[in-house]
C-alpha cells in the first residue's frame, strides 16, 4: 500500500469511502475541506491509504490552523470528530502521512479527534501520538415506535418535556432544499444565526460568521454527499410581540440538523437565555428527537462536551450515554502538548470576549475563529 493526499478532484473517490465506511460520520465528507477554505481560507487536504489495486483503504481530513506562536493540524475543524478509517495497516500509513504533512507546514503539533462511538472504533496504535481524554460525545437511540420512543426518556424529562409543550412556542423546520430550489433558506438561516451569535456572546465565545452556515447548507443541498441539512426554529407564538413590540413574533431558539447514514448530528443549536422558563431547550431536542425517529433513523449524536461539563449533564439527563472523542496529540520537537480548555489564558479570553459589544463581537468572530479550528 502507498500513502498520499488527494486532489479536489479526486474528493468524490473519498466522498464514496466514506459513505460505504460503516464507522464514519459526517465529519469526515470533502464537504467541510470545501467550506474551511471557500470561507476562512484555511489550507487542508485528506491524507489516504491506497491497496494493492489502488483503491482507498483508509484516510483522514486534514486542516492547517494559523494559530499566532502556535501553528497546528487538526482531523476536524471546530467540533468535528471521528474515527481515523481504515485498516491497521492503511491506519499507520495515514498517521505517517498526517505527521509529514504537519512537518511540511512546520506545525508545532498534529490533533487528531478520533470517536470511540457506538458503532465501534479502529484500534489507534502510534508510538508517536499522545491520548488525551478531555472531550466527549452523548448519543441516544432514537429507533422504534414513537410510543417506545417516549417511554425511553427518563421520567423527569418526560415531566420537563410536558410543561415544555404547554409553552406554545411555535415550531418551523426549513430544508436546505428550499427557498425554491437555491438550496438555503435565507430567513430560517439568518433567524437562527442571530439567536447563536447572541448566546456564543453570552458565553464568551467567538462566533463563526454567517457565510459559514451558509456555505454548510449550501454543500449540503438537496442531499448531496447523503446529507440531509435543515435549520429548526422555535418561536413565540404568532401575534405575541417581540422585544421591540413589533408585533412579529420573536425567535427563541435554533438548531442546525444534519442526517448521515441514520445518525442525526446537531452540530449548532443555541436558545435566548431569556426565555429559559419556558424550557426551550427541552422542546427543541424532542422535536428533533420526535422527526429522527418518524424519518427511521437510529442515533441522535448531541455533540462534544468536556467531561463534567454541565451542557454534558443536560444530554445525559436525555438517557443518553457517552463515548470518548480522544485526542490524539503528535508534536515534532517532543514537547508535552497539553490541551486544556479550562486554562487560565482561556478562561481570560472568554471573560473579556462577553465585555465586547455584541456588533463588535459578530464582527471579530469569524477572523478569531479562523485561528482556532
Not at 34 to 40: D, L, S
Request: without cysteine.
Amino acid at each position: 500500500m502507498s500513502a498520499e493526499f488527494l486532489k479536489p478532484g479526486q474528493y468524490a473517490e473519498w466522498d464514496a469511502f466514506v459513505n460505504a465506511h460503516p464507522l464514519s460520520t459526517v465529519f469526515h465528507l470533502s464537504a467541510w475541506n470545501r467550506i474551511a477554505k471557500k470561507v476562512y481560507g484555511i489550507e487542508n487536504t485528506i491524507a489516504v491509504s491506497r491497496g494493492p489495486s489502488g483503491q482507498i483503504r483508509g484516510g483522514t481530513t486534514l486542516f492547517f490552523a494559523k494559530r499566532p506562536g502556535s501553528w497546528y493540524v487538526t482531523s476536524g475543524i471546530f467540533g468535528a470528530y471521528g474515527p481515523i478509517l481504515g485498516d491497521r495497516e492503511a491506519l499507520r500509513e495515514v498517521l505517517d502521512a498526517a505527521k509529514d504533512y504537519a512537518r511540511g507546514r512546520k506545525a508545532k503539533y498534529l490533533h487528531l479527534k478520533a470517536l470511540e462511538g457506538p458503532k465501534g472504533k479502529n484500534d489507534f496504535t502510534h508510538p508517536s501520538y499522545d491520548r488525551q481524554d478531555i472531550w466527549v460525545t452523548a448519543f441516544m437511540a432514537v429507533g422504534g415506535t414513537a410510543e417506545e420512543l417516549w417511554k425511553s426518556l427518563p421520567g423527569p424529562m418526560r415531566t420537563k418535556v410536558r410543561k415544555a409543550e404547554k409553552s406554545e412556542l411555535g415550531i418551523r423546520w426549513a430544508s436546505a432544499s428550499g427557498a425554491g430550489g437555491a438550496g438555503i433558506d435565507e430567513r430560517e438561516l439568518k433567524e437562527f444565526y442571530d439567536v447563536l451569535a447572541d448566546n456564543m456572546h453570552r458565553k464568551g465565545s467567538p462566533i463563526y460568521g454567517y457565510a459559514f452556515m451558509q456555505e454548510i447548507m449550501r454543500e449540503f443541498a438537496d442531499g448531496k454527499a447523503e446529507v440531509e441539512a435543515d435549520t429548526l426554529i422555535l418561536e413565540l407564538k404568532s401575534g405575541e410581540a417581540g422585544a421591540d413590540g413589533s408585533g412579529k413574533a420573536e425567535v427563541v431558539s435554533g438548531a442546525m440538523v444534519l442526517r448521515h447514514k441514520g445518525v442525526v448530528y446537531v452540530p449548532f443549536v443555541s436558545s435566548r437565555s431569556k426565555f429559559f422558563p419556558l424550557r426551550p431547550n427541552n422542546l427543541l431536542y424532542w422535536e428533533i428527537i420526535r422527526d429522527a425517529n418518524r424519518r427511521g433513523n437510529a442515533w441522535l449524536d448531541f455533540g462534544t462536551s468536556i467531561r463534567g461539563a454541565s451542557t454534558l449533564q443536560f444530554k445525559e439527563s436525555w438517557g443518553a450515554a457517552t463515548y470518548p472523542v480522544v485526542s490524539y496529540v503528535y508534536s515534532e520537537s517532543g514537547e508535552k502538548i497539553r490541551l486544556d480548555a479550562g486554562a487560565k489564558s482561556v478562561q481570560f479570553g472568554v471573560e473579556l470576549w462577553k465585555k465586547l459589544p455584541r456588533g463588535v463581537a459578530d464582527r471579530l468572530g469569524p477572523v478569531l475563529s479562523k485561528l482556532m479550528v
